[in-house]
């Protein structure tokens, strides 16, 4: 079978990402993270700036404590009317609107029987996910972290492990290409949440959270009415079953420090840096 030469391409960028991410602080060259995706200094430096909207070199920039601070301090007066409203106003990423359902208590308990769930494994710049699918909405989001597919297979499995599972990657694609804001949604995506009450309240108030935004686990527990829950918010945060379309990964420490992803903290900061890059390019700021 013929190599796809899209997941090659996104392989290669995900790898050059990673290495970007992991050695920030001392400032690789173009040269270097060229030479790590295999691609021209000249290639890489247009494919990067195409797919972040802004150069490597100022993609860096977002990587940051002090960046991080800066935005958790502008963002501290939008949030509480971002969350009110449920709108996420200009700064989204693409045009996607998304709705979720939970599950009712029945099915919490039946863990999927009678539910056909179609799944596939795609390749992406930020690394390679599962997603599972259904008539009713997307249910499951996860990165394969460094390539642990029986990991993140593991995982899903667990989460529903009554369900009909249907490889059917050829269906799941484009919503993955609507989740990074590849394409556009013709209509509102739709997800499909198991999860206890706190939890579902939890992961729709980080639905309400303006892209290129990020705030603290404070500011989550206040907006579901329980500012003292600061654990229990961390633990449902965590929890969350759909990555990237519900934005765990815009949760951090009130200090600034960003930690306790579950797919590895350098993933988390190449989603905000990235998610800030394309906001910023949206709004014409130059890169």
């Known amino acids: 079978m ?13 790898a050059a990402i990673d290495h970007l991410i992991e050695n920030w602080s001392e400032q690789p060259s173009l040269e270097e993270l060229a030479a790590v995706a295999g691609f021209s200094p000249f290639h890489f430096q247009r494919l990067f700036t195409r797919w972040a909207g802004i150069s490597p070199k100022r993609f860096v920039q977002f990587l940051t404590l002090d960046h991080a601070k800066r935005l958790l301090a502008e963002n501290h007066s939008v949030l509480d009317a971002a969350l009110d409203v449920g709108l996420s106003g200009p700064s989204r990423l693409h045009d996607l609107f998304i709705a979720c359902e939970a599950i009712t208590p029945g099915e919490y308990k039946a863990l999927g029987d009678g539910l056909t769930i179609r799944w596939g494994f795609h390749d992406t710049p930020l690394g390679r996910v599962l997603i599972g699918t259904t008539e009713r909405g997307v249910c499951w989001l996860s990165f394969a972290e460094d390539g642990d597919e029986a990991g993140a297979w593991a995982e899903f499995t667990a989460e529903w492990p009554a369900a009909r599972l249907v490889e059917d990657p050829h269906t799941t694609e484009p919503v993955v290409a609507q989740a990074l804001g590849w394409a556009k949604a013709a209509e509102p995506t739709r997800l499909l949440l198991r999860g206890t009450n706190f939890q579902v309240k939890v992961w729709e108030a980080l639905l309400r959270i303006p892209s290129g935004a990020i705030v603290s686990y404070e500011d989550v527990a206040k907006a579901i009415g329980q500012p003292t829950a600061l654990r229990a918010v ?35 900061k190449a989603l905000l840096a990235w998610e800030q890059a394309r906001r910023l390019s949206s709004e014409g700021i130059a890169a």
């Open 2 to 14: 013929t190599a796809d030469p899209d997941a090659i391409h996104y392989r290669a960028f995900a």
């Open 234 to 268: 961390g633990r449902a945060v965590g929890r969350n079953p759909v990555c990237i379309l519900i934005p765990c990964h815009r949760v951090i420490q009130k200090s600034g420090v960003i930690h306790n992803y579950r797919y590895g903290v350098p993933r988390k």
